[in-house]
């Protein structure tokens, strides 16, 4: 099934200096998410977006948005990304090792609750939480940077994961597939398994973003 997903442009591949302008061509391709990857240089290697940037673009959309938080002590940004205007705030699983507490953290928030899984991390290590959250981010890319490739065995992953959700009755649970999503590949990982799909150098960096967001749609036809 390809219908129904939703898409979430990723805002870090976007001109930093002009974030209204990301802002209105998602409003221009009825981009359902804004996806915001937060990146504090110890996770990864990078360093973007903190609670008061999110708080501006608050104060302009009334769109969803998505806080991918790419940092480690996560449990200690969730309050002020919730304040900031967070609807959905998405941990790594590798950057904790209390995962249930900043399920309830979140949650006690008023925010949907993620988690998010590196490439290279098994599948059984959030497996057991899954029941307690409303989105798994998997990660397609080593997360840190936009514009890489797509790593092929991630359509495995979300198969995996798919077929947990639906033997353990968690249909609600979405996935999430962050990370070399264009829109040659986006419906084959769709087919996969995928209910929301992150895209940030495919939107941001086209010559038409606002038509390239009205293209992926269109895969769902
Ligand atoms: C990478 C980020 C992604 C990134 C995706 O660590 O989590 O959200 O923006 O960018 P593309 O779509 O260019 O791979
Ligand atoms: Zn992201």
């Known amino acids: 099934m390809t219908d129904n997903?939703?898409?979430?442009?990723?805002?870090?591949?976007?001109?930093?200096?002009?974030?209204?302008?990301?802002?209105?061509?998602?409003?221009?391709?009825?981009?359902?998410?804004?996806?915001?990857?937060?990146?504090d240089n110890q996770f990864v290697p990078n360093l973007t977006i903190g609670p008061p940037?999110?708080?501006?673009?608050?104060?302009?959309?009334?769109?969803?948005?998505?806080?991918?938080?790419m940092v480690i002590n996560p449990e200690k940004l969730v309050e002020p990304f919730a304040r900031a205007g967070a609807d959905n705030i998405t941990f790594h699983i590798e950057a904790t090792d209390e995962p249930e507490n900043?399920?309830?953290?979140?949650?006690?928030c008023g925010c949907k609750?993620?988690?998010?899984?590196?490439p290279k991390t098994p599948l059984s290590d959030i497996?057991?939480?899954?029941?307690?959250?409303?989105?798994?981010?998997?990660?397609?890319?080593?997360?840190?940077?936009?514009?890489?490739?797509?790593?092929?065995?991630?359509?495995?992953k979300i198969a995996s994961i798919k077929s947990f959700l639906t033997e353990n009755c968690l249909d609600r649970v979405s996935i999430e597939?962050?990370?070399?999503?264009?829109?040659h590949n986006a419906?084959?990982?769709l087919?996969?398994?995928?209910?929301?799909?992150?895209?940030?150098?495919?939107?941001?960096?086209?010559?038409?973003?606002v038509q390239t967001i009205k293209d992926f749609y269109k895969l769902s036809n």
């Open 5 to 39: 997903f939703k898409l979430a442009p990723s805002i870090l591949s976007a001109d930093f200096s002009d974030l209204q302008s990301a802002l209105k061509i998602c409003d221009g391709g009825n981009a359902h998410w804004i996806h915001v990857d937060v990146m």
């Open 53 to 69: 940037v999110v708080k501006s673009l608050r104060s302009k959309t009334q769109k969803f948005m998505d806080v991918h938080m």
């Open 102 to 108: 900043i399920i309830d953290l979140i949650r006690s």
């Open 113 to 118: 609750v993620g988690v998010s899984i590196k």
């Open 127 to 156: 497996y057991p939480i899954l029941d307690r959250v409303d989105v798994v981010l998997v990660m397609s890319v080593e997360p840190g940077f936009g514009g890489q490739g797509y790593l092929p065995e991630s359509s495995e």
């Open 177 to 183: 597939v962050d990370g070399g999503i264009k829109l």
């Open 187 to 189: 419906k084959s990982i």
């Open 191 to 209: 087919e996969a398994g995928a209910d929301i799909l992150v895209a940030g150098s495919e939107v941001f960096k086209s010559n038409d973003p």
